[in-house]
């Protein structure tokens, strides 16, 4: 019997290459143990067959930004818990080689507003997540708002610019009719609540709220309760 060693060190003796480069092979996900991907490079082998992709690239991994579709009545961590390959979307366009370190340690960017569905950004990419904290303020979200009861006559304009909350004005607000029963808000700077106080303020009362954008990145039809990764040229 072959005694037990890590992964690394049996890649090393068997392609050969250095250690260093046996584990950035591994954590790319390059490596099959017995036809199955093992990302730890301490993972121990004795017997098993060990496999390096013929397209291996010692390039190292990316930190990934993923973009989720929260469904009506589940919260963030739920959300963070259901991110894995089986709930990733069928027509994730972006090409991104699916890796299970994509999923450790995300940060989630902008919150939504209290008791909405929607577009949910979780990354490892400092660069995002300094993006998204440091422009709340002054990124664009767009939400889709279903309500009930009737608009005043000067309700629309009210809603566009004239409210207050919280004992402060509110900016400019884009809000238009989606259709009979919808609303369209783009707005910067959501406060929690401000959505629901402003549709409560001219006499609606919402039934539901769905955000679909973030700056320029859209949900587009990313289905409930699946998630893709934000692509190589998207940008917030």
Known sequence: MTAPVRLAKRLAESVPCSRREAELYIAGGWVTVDGQVVEE??????QQKVELHPEASLTPVEPATILFHLMPGMDANA????????????????????????FIRLTQGIPLERNASGLLVFTRDWHVAR??????????????????????????????HGLSFNG???????????????????????????????CKSVGLQVLAMKRLRIGRVSMAKLPPGQWRYLMPHERF
């Open 41 to 46: 490079p301490q993972f121990m082998v004795s």
């Open 79 to 102: 959300a963070q818990q259901l991110i894995c390959a089986d709930t990733r979307a069928a027509d994730d366009p972006s090409g991104i080689h699916l890796l299970k370190q994509h």
């Open 131 to 160: 993006k998204l904290k440091d422009d709340a303020a002054t990124l664009e979200q767009e939400y889709v708002v279903e309500v009930a009861g009737e608009l005043p006559a000067d309700g629309l304009r009210l809603l566009n």
């Open 168 to 198: 402060r004005a509110l900016p400019p607000v884009k809000v238009s009719w989606q259709n009979e029963t919808r609303l369209r808000f783009a707005l910067k700077g959501v406060q929690p609540g401000q959505i629901a106080h402003a």
